[in-house]
């Protein structure tokens, strides 16, 4: 190696910039890893606009450790290194045209990484971007995205953040409503054909994005349409705003044919059910979540059970019927749309629920149970979809060895421990584990994780219902 490389030691700025467009890097794909992200990154905040690109950039492990909030630090060290070197493998793939014809272009990342020879100086790394990148870094001249990097720090997912990017770039450009077929959200997301092949699936993490991107940046994505033809998903609508425009909420896309604008059909719904325990609050909410269309239709259908007698709980009954998307009269060829509005954590249950017993005045306890199955199906739910992405897998064998170290343990936790380890579990097969897994033993640790490193999920989830825990004067633990 050329010893006399220039090295650049320190970031110059605390924003990232690149090249978006049809030929940038925001809407290209990039299937990178969490730890891959978060290297690229720092690098670009550390190239010069006047460089060759030929200088060595000098990374250090510790202050992305930092500037993440990573806990674990000798765990992470050793997954950003390895990162720094898998990037050597990555490529960027963009669909294109030459003389006419179309092709799908691939250019690498990094062409250069080295790391000190002696333990007692590994705590960096020197990088450089390949030539053939400069160019989607460097010439800015015309469509370009610039990020404040500490947004992208507190993703924990690199679907949100490919979402994140491409999002803040359509809205920079001032497009509220940002279409993709389904295909095309696929490629740029990099979601591995295999993964997620129903759109249901899909919709399940999107909404757990969705929410990342809501709590942690500088947008906000206030809901999120499909239009379908002949019952299949076809094109998702985004819509989305910077934060400081974020109270300027638009009413939900319906097609116009379907739209009940006047205030005297509002109250009039509300007169239906106010008799059935449903507030005043929680039906202007439905309205502004849903639309009033949406209400109306779901109202009448409801209120033909609970009338029969049928429903024994008609505010979950009727706000399960609001949550349900898929709720139609017949079946349409022609498109339909339905919207939802976000951030969630977790989707809400998507089934109409079975009709059961009258109310009576002795079903208390019964709310306050159906409440807290619904609270910890959530959890649960969430849990294993972050436990579906790899990093994810990997941070929980991490929690379990640093669990295994702590001197003080519960017998439970060691208990659990013994029982993790008799399954030989690793990366690959914790979620399919997970998921097929009996266990109470297991299920409350797999949450206690859940509780312990995504915080801010477990915290959105209470959040969403702990009104209704209130009204029933539950506590939601």
């Given at each position: 190696?050329?010893?006399?490389?220039?090295?650049?030691?320190?970031?110059?700025?605390?924003?990232?910039?690149?090249?978006?467009?049809?030929?940038?890097?925001?809407?290209?794909?990039?299937?990178?890893?969490?730890?891959?992200?978060?290297?690229?990154?720092?690098?670009?905040?550390?190239?010069?606009?006047?460089?060759?690109?030929?200088?060595?950039?000098?990374?250090?492990?510790?202050?992305?450790?930092?500037?993440?909030?990573?806990?674990?630090?000798?765990?992470?060290?050793?997954?950003?290194?390895?990162?720094?070197?898998?990037?050597?493998?990555?490529?960027?793939?963009?669909?294109?045209?030459?003389?006419?014809?179309?092709?799908?272009?691939?250019?690498?990342?990094?062409?250069?990484?080295?790391?000190?020879?002696?333990?007692?100086?590994?705590?960096?790394?020197?990088?450089?971007?390949?030539?053939?990148?400069?160019?989607?870094?460097?010439?800015?001249?015309?469509?370009?995205?610039?990020?404040?990097?500490?947004?992208?720090?507190?993703?924990?997912?690199?679907?949100?953040?490919?979402?994140?990017?491409?999002?803040?770039?359509?809205?920079?450009?001032?497009?509220?409503?940002?279409?993709?077929?389904?295909?095309?959200?696929?490629?740029?997301?990099?979601?591995?054909?295999?993964?997620?092949?129903k759109y249901g699936n899909l919709r399940q993490v999107l909404n757990n994005?969705?929410?990342?991107?809501?709590?942690?940046?500088?947008?906000?994505?206030?809901?999120?349409?499909?239009?379908?033809?002949?019952?299949?998903?076809?094109?998702?609508?985004?819509?989305?705003?910077?934060?400081?425009?974020?109270?300027?909420?638009?009413?939900?896309?319906?097609?116009?044919?379907?739209?009940?604008?006047?205030?005297?059909?509002?109250?009039?719904?509300?007169?239906?059910?106010?008799?059935?325990?449903?507030?005043?609050?929680?039906?202007?909410?439905?309205?502004?979540?849903?639309?009033?269309?949406?209400?109306?239709?779901?109202?009448?259908?409801?209120?033909?059970?609970?009338?029969?007698?049928?429903?024994?709980?008609?505010?979950?009954?009727?706000?399960?019927?609001?949550?349900?998307?898929?709720?139609?009269?017949?079946?349409?060829?022609?498109?339909?749309?339905?919207?939802?509005?976000?951030?969630?954590?977790?989707?809400?249950?998507?089934?109409?629920?079975?009709?059961?017993?009258?109310?009576?005045?002795?079903?208390?306890?019964?709310?306050?149970?159906?409440?807290?199955?619904?609270?910890?199906?959530?959890?649960?739910?969430?849990?294993?979809?972050?436990?579906?992405?790899?990093?994810?897998?990997?941070?929980?064998?991490?929690?379990?060895?640093?669990?295994?170290?702590?001197?003080?343990?519960?017998?439970?936790?060691?208990?659990?421990?013994?029982?993790?380890?008799?399954?030989?579990?690793?990366?690959?097969?914790?979620?399919?584990?997970?998921?097929?897994?009996?266990?109470?033993?297991?299920?409350?640790?797999?949450?206690?994780?859940?509780?312990?490193?995504?915080?801010?999920i477990w915290n959105g989830i209470r959040t969403q219902?702990?009104?209704?825990?209130?009204?029933?004067?539950?506590?939601?633990?």
């Amino acid at each position: 190696m050329n010893t006399e490389l220039k090295i650049v030691n320190a970031p110059l700025r605390e924003t990232v910039v690149m090249k978006a467009g049809r030929a940038g890097i925001v809407e290209a794909q990039m299937n990178l890893s969490i730890h891959e992200y978060r290297v690229f990154f720092k690098m670009l905040t550390m190239v010069d606009r006047e460089s060759t690109g030929k200088e060595l950039l000098r990374i250090s492990v510790s202050d992305i450790i930092q500037e993440c909030h990573l806990t674990n630090a000798g765990y992470h060290y050793k997954t950003l290194k390895e990162a720094a070197l898998s990037l050597m493998t990555r490529q960027i793939k963009f669909p294109g045209t030459l003389d006419g014809k179309p092709y799908t272009f691939y250019v690498s990342i990094i062409d250069k990484t080295a790391e000190p020879r002696f333990e007692t100086d590994d705590l960096h790394f020197l990088t450089r971007f390949h030539p053939d990148l400069l160019p989607f870094i460097l010439d800015l001249k015309s469509e370009f995205l610039t990020i404040n990097r500490q947004y992208l720090n507190h993703l924990g997912s690199p679907y949100s953040i490919k979402l994140y990017m491409v999002l803040k770039h359509q809205s920079r450009q001032n497009h509220r409503f940002v279409t993709y077929t389904l295909e095309q959200l696929r490629f740029i997301l990099s979601i591995p054909e295999d993964s997620y092949r129903k759109y249901g699936n899909l919709r399940q993490v999107l909404n757990n994005w969705v929410y990342e991107i809501n709590e942690f940046t500088d947008i906000t994505i206030h809901s999120v349409t499909e239009t379908k033809r002949k019952r299949l998903v076809q094109d998702v609508t985004f819509e989305v705003s910077h934060k400081h425009n974020a109270h300027h909420r638009l009413e939900p896309i319906l097609p116009e044919t379907s739209r009940v604008p006047t205030e005297d059909i509002k109250d009039e719904l509300f007169e239906e059910i106010r008799n059935y325990k449903i507030t005043r609050s929680q039906f202007d909410n439905w309205i502004q979540l849903y639309g009033r269309e949406h209400v109306n239709f779901r109202i009448k259908v409801g209120l033909r059970y609970i009338k029969q007698g049928m429903i024994r709980k008609p505010y979950f009954y009727m706000d399960s019927l609001m949550k349900n998307k898929e709720l139609v009269e017949q079946d349409e060829v022609k498109p339909t749309v339905a919207t939802y509005t976000l951030p969630r954590s977790v989707p809400a249950t998507e089934a109409m629920p079975s009709p059961t017993l009258p109310l009576t005045s002795k079903n208390l306890k019964q709310q306050t149970d159906d409440l807290m199955e619904e609270y910890y199906e959530r959890m649960n739910e969430a849990c294993n979809n972050l436990l579906s992405v790899r990093e994810n897998a990997l941070d929980f064998l991490d929690y379990v060895e640093q669990l295994r170290k702590q001197t003080d343990k519960t017998i439970i936790v060691s208990m659990s421990i013994q029982n993790f380890d008799k399954e030989r579990l690793t990366a690959e097969t914790l979620y399919d584990y997970f998921k097929a897994s009996n266990s109470g033993m297991m299920y409350t640790f797999k949450l206690q994780y859940f509780k312990d490193r995504h915080s801010a999920i477990w915290n959105g989830i209470r959040t969403q219902l702990q009104s209704q825990a209130d009204q029933l004067g539950a506590k939601l633990d």
